[in-house]
């Protein structure tokens, strides 16, 4: 048995693009500099060369400005996959080497495992990255963050993923998971709100899949009740550091209920419009130090009237002067007997 491919009765070329520039270059690039590059090593790869190529010539078959295909260039030239060589001092005289990205890959190989076990090393570079690249794990991570945030990542960013896996450790999936809690659950796509996330997991030694799984169910359990105060107060934002550390006394060191601390914040917006944290914080610590554990237990702020004294109607007793009352008992046998004689 044989497999043989069919030949097609004209003879039309084909560019073969490396799955490098695909997998690593192309998705963080602008989509007209992709062009320029395609386009340019299309020619490269042509064996036509009476042609006269040049930048005019890329420039009229895209529809773009030549300033936009000298600027095209510049940036992969700066990610190290062209070389120009200048003909003459004019700066826009020049022709493009097209480097071969398996031999770069080759030349700047640097397994991850190696990588990883280096420790923190600073700054990477596109070499690295397409580098990493030559790892599936890694590339689908991108691929699967480019997913989650709608759009490319820019060269930095992609720089940024590398210093989580080499430099903290992080997994490629704890990295997909960090973009998908930011993305879905807090409305963020940035890397820097990103980084913090991850930044915070490594603080807490969270390397698996496991491990992120039991932070966050606790982490959401708090931050609901974050929302829930600040809610309750009129403020629809996150909380400051400050106010959380209120809310973290109130529920940690006091072991309020939710329920009770809503209530103070209540109380509070009822007695003075828009609270700071620190007046809500003394209804509370005043429950705390008062016992209340439950809603029942909060005092209704009623104070109840004291009895009043009722006033008898004074009788014939009652008309004796006071200095009567200090007579003898003697005087008071015969003052009695006269009234009984009478």
């Given amino acids: 048995m044989q497999f043989i491919?069919?030949?097609p009765g004209i003879d039309i070329e084909d560019t073969p693009v490396e799955n490098i520039f695909i997998d690593a270059f192309m998705p963080s690039a602008e989509g007209n500099f992709v062009k320029v590059y395609l386009l340019g090593y299309k020619y490269a790869c042509s064996r036509d060369r009476s042609s006269g190529f040049s930048n005019e010539t890329i420039a009229r078959a895209l529809d773009i400005p030549v300033t936009t295909v000298l600027k095209a260039w510049d940036y992969w030239?700066?990610?190290?996959?062209?070389k120009k060589h200048y003909r003459k001092e004019d700066k826009s005289n020049f022709s493009v080497e097209f480097l071969s990205l398996k031999q770069l890959y080759i030349d700047n190989y640097r397994s991850v495992s190696d990588n990883t076990l280096e420790g923190s090393r600073g700054a990477y570079t596109p070499s690295d990255l397409m580098q990493a690249m030559g790892d599936t794990r890694i590339r689908d991570m991108f691929n699967e963050v480019q997913k989650i945030i709608c759009r490319p990542l820019t060269p930095s960013e992609s720089l940024?993923?590398?210093?989580?896996?080499?430099?903290?450790?992080?997994?490629?999936e704890i990295i997909e998971e960090a973009f998908r809690y930011s993305v879905e659950k807090k409305g963020v796509k940035s890397i820097r709100y990103v980084n913090a996330i991850i930044s915070s997991w490594y603080d807490n030694n969270i390397n698996t899949l496991e491990r992120l799984s039991e932070h966050l169910e606790v982490t959401d359990a708090r931050y609901s009740r974050y929302n829930a105060v600040m809610k309750a107060l009129g403020r629809p934002k996150n909380p400051t550091r400050i106010e959380k550390q209120y809310i973290g006394k109130w529920l940690d060191e006091y072991a309020m209920p939710v329920d009770v601390i809503l209530k103070a914040c209540d109380k509070a917006v009822i007695q003075t419009p828009n609270p700071p944290l620190n007046y809500v914080d003394g209804i509370i610590t005043k429950w705390y130090r008062d016992g209340v554990k439950t809603l029942s237990d909060i005092p209704d702020g009623k104070k109840e009237p004291k009895p009043q004294k009722r006033k008898g109607v004074r009788n014939?007793?009652?008309?004796?002067?006071?200095?009567?009352?200090?007579l003898t008992n003697e005087q008071l046998k015969e003052i009695l007997n006269k009234h009984r004689d009478a």
């Avoid at 030239?77 to 062209?82: A, H, M, S, V």
Wanted: charged share 35%; glycine share 6%.
């Fill in 316 to 326: 014939r007793f009652h008309n004796f002067d006071q200095p009567a009352l200090k």
């Fill in 160 to 172: 940024q993923c590398l210093e989580w896996l080499y430099d903290l450790k992080m997994a490629p």
């Fill in 5 to 7: 491919k069919g030949k």
């Fill in 77 to 82: 030239e700066k990610r190290g996959i062209i």
